[in-house]
């Protein structure tokens, strides 16, 4: 490598190498080139190549050849990721990990699983309720996302208010590095405390240090029942202020979601009632345990909102108008991106009582740019996810939208709050990292990059600027 050409390509010669190494497993076909070149995110980024690998030696291998050539290797899921994670930022390898899809144990007397990178979500959780156990995380793509890459991210979702985020739930990890040599990181135990914790430096650090390519996962026990309930507000301060109020009140709802006014109007029809109009903004909030708790904290969260001025408060029945309202809740990103000429989500998180002034904020940022947001997500825990799109496109739009979200990280930071609450930096946000993260702490987190990999050949163009 060189400074002035920093990869190789993968040229014919080289194509022909890989392709003897990895037979099938190794396309240049344009067709799985396409799929590779795109995730969630909108972005898109082509490879040289993909390959499949059904094992750890496979893995081992390209990286090896990676470092031995110069050309870039960058992890994959299922593609789901919103910051353009797992996009090859600068060609080389796409390392597509979903054949490595193997539930290898769901031990019930210990209560993990040992489930290797490629395993839906999903899966894990629904092995897991078979077994009696619970697996909390639930990113909004859980019937679709891996869990490798929620791992690579540290994947939050609506649970987290209760039971936190991936991390959380990662007792240890394998993981191969740059240089081709397998790492056993954490314990199977719940406790551990011998040496420097690289399980949990790895599980978030977004497919830049390692390929993870085991995890062992904690389990709990499975809730008894669980209660849903719709409460509809006048506006989102008001919505929001009934959060702070039930999250002081004694208990932990298991979840908490906000849609603000926008939100509901594009999911009217999955809601029971018709759109309210003006401001009004809706919580989504569960309560579970054994079915006793489940029902009196539900009660006592009724209660509560009651009290802090909800114009309705509408439990759901069964266990089919449950879903109803969770498939209205998790398909509201997949309408904006579809209502919208122009879309660009931002992950934000604040301390949960300035929510209020955050999306007063971001309404005031909205009129003066000219363009619409949507606010919506786990107010419980002060994540918001807010959706920041234009109608149609013009000759100033891209500008628009550009200074928009600055100034929109700018008021989070203000706050308080973080640039990315569960998405990651990835390729599209990597740019901002400065506004939030000292020189110093960049500094130090280049030199771990640097440590890891010092031919920056797994997944570079990420995180840093």
């Known amino acids: 490598m060189s400074a002035a050409t920093p990869y190789v390509p993968i040229d014919a010669a080289l194509s022909a190498e890989l392709g003897r190494r990895f037979g099938p497993a190794f396309s240049r076909r344009g067709a799985d080139l396409d799929v590779a070149a795109k995730d969630a995110s909108g972005l898109t980024r082509h490879p040289e190549a993909v390959l499949t690998p059904r094992g750890v030696e496979e893995i081992q291998a390209i990286l090896r050849l990676a470092r031995r050539h110069g050309f870039p290797v960058t992890p994959r899921g299922a593609g789901t990721g919103l910051a353009g994670g797992a996009l090859a930022a600068h060609g080389g390898v796409v390392l597509d990990l979903s054949a490595m899809n193997r539930i290898l144990a769901m031990d019930a007397a210990n209560m993990v699983a040992v489930v290797e990178p490629g395993v839906v979500t999903m899966t894990i959780r629904d092995a897991a309720r078979k077994a009696g156990l619970f697996y909390p995380p639930d990113p909004a793509s859980l019937d679709k996302s891996t869990i490798g890459g929620n791992a690579a991210t540290n994947a939050g979702g609506p649970a987290c208010v209760k039971y936190g985020v991936t991390r959380d739930y990662v007792l240890g990890l394998e993981a191969v590095l740059p240089s081709g040599e397998v790492l056993a990181a954490g314990t199977a135990t719940r406790k551990g405390v011998v040496g420097y914790d690289l399980t949990k430096l790895l599980v978030g650090s977004e497919g830049t240090l390692g390929v993870i390519t085991k995890l062992i996962l904690k389990l709990i026990p499975h809730p008894r029942a669980t209660r849903t309930a719709l409460a509809l507000f006048p506006d989102p301060e008001r919505a929001v202020a009934a959060v702070g109020a039930v999250m002081t009140s004694g ?152 200074a928009l979200v600055t100034r929109v990280l700018e008021t989070v930071l203000d706050l308080g709050g973080t640039i990315s609450g569960e998405h990651g930096l990835g390729l599209a946000k990597r740019r901002f990292a400065p506004m939030e993260l000292s020189k110093e702490s960049l500094a130090l987190q280049r030199g771990i990059k640097g440590l890891f990999d010092p031919g920056l050949i797994l997944n570079p163009g990420k995180i840093f600027p």
């Open 251 to 402: 208990i932990t709802p298991s979840c908490v979601e906000l849609m603000d006014h926008r939100c509901l109007a594009l999911v009217a029809a999955d809601l029971p009632f018709p759109p309210p109009g003006g401001r009004a903004s809706l919580l989504l909030i569960e309560t579970d345990g054994d079915e006793a708790a489940a029902a009196s904290d539900m009660a006592h969260v009724v209660a509560v909102c009651r009290k802090m001025a909800a114009r309705e408060v509408l439990p759901a029945g069964d266990e089919a108008a449950r879903e109803r309202l969770w498939l209205a809740r998790r398909s509201i990103s997949l309408r904006v991106h579809e209502s919208a000429a122009l879309y660009v989500s931002e992950d934000v998180a604040v301390p949960l009582a300035r929510i209020p002034e955050l999306l007063v904020a971001v309404e005031k940022l909205e009129r003066d740019h000219g363009l619409a947001v949507y606010a919506f997500g786990h107010a419980g825990d002060g994540n918001i996810h807010l959706n920041l799109t234009a109608d149609r496109i013009e000759a100033d739009t891209a500008g628009r939208m550009a």
